[in-house]
């Protein structure tokens, strides 16, 4: 069975600066796709960023990049020019369509909560 | 924009009663999902559907039903609420590629 494990269960960061979330994850498949969403206090679980296990490339949307590492089974997440609005859980995610009877079902990990001082 | 909407934000029922939480979304979209959301254990998949009148079992269905009459609508049943249910329960929808999932605000179950 897949795992992700996020074991950062909060982190901080001073606004306009760096942070990097950490996942990993554990498959036997080749083929998968890894996702961050945000889930901000008392709103919806938004997509943040998506990696497709095939590309070499690293995904990135303006301040949110990732470092996939896929020997490594490493997936974490870069906020740049930190904000308050990042502030959140931020969650990894996985899902495989292995066999075609996958569906898009996502395996999660524990969340991290992020903390934005100003 | 895609948009999921779940019946209610809140809900407060009494151990032994039947439970409905019902979830809609309006992208014509193959796949909903039921996840449960508790602290340190992150989100949990109770069923999952990926057509009108089919479901699939998740990680934790013990305790819950599920129902797709519509393709846009969701429904997951607590056929005999415990406290053990209390929790955050989040619905899901996505196409069958490229697997994104929309998710609703969230129904916050309390069950006393």
């Known amino acids: 069975a897949q795992t992700v494990t996020q074991s950062q269960p909060e982190m901080s960061v001073q606004e306009a600066e760096t942070v990097t979330l950490s996942c990993t994850y554990d498959?036997?498949?080749?083929?998968?796709?890894l996702f961050w969403y945000k889930q901000p206090p008392s709103r919806q679980m938004i997509l943040v960023i998506r990696q497709e296990a095939y590309k070499q490339q690293n995904a990135t949307e303006n301040r949110f990049s990732v470092n996939f590492q896929k020997a490594a089974k490493s997936f974490s997440l870069k906020i740049s020019d930190s904000q308050l609005g990042d502030a959140a859980m931020y969650f990894c995610a996985y899902t495989t369509d292995a066999g075609g009877t996958s569906y898009g079902k996502l395996t999660f990990g524990q969340g991290t909560i992020l903390t934005v001082h100003p | 924009d895609v948009k999921v909407t779940q019946s209610s934000r809140y809900l407060v029922k009494r151990t032994g009663e039947k439970v409905f939480l019902e979830c809609v979304q309006d992208m014509d979209h193959e796949n909903m999902f039921w996840y449960r959301q508790d602290p340190g254990l992150g989100l949990r998949l109770i069923y999952f559907?990926?057509?009108?009148?089919?479901?699939e079992k998740g990680d934790i269905p013990e305790g819950y039903s599920v129902s797709r009459e519509k393709k846009e609508r969701f429904s997951l049943i607590l056929e005999s609420a415990s406290t053990n249910q209390t929790s955050m329960y989040l619905c899901a929808s996505s196409l069958i590629e490229p697997y994104e999932q929309y998710f609703g605000p969230g129904t916050r179950l309390t069950v006393t």
């Open positions: 498959t036997s498949e080749s083929d998968y796709y």
């Open positions: 559907s990926y057509d009108v009148k089919m479901k």
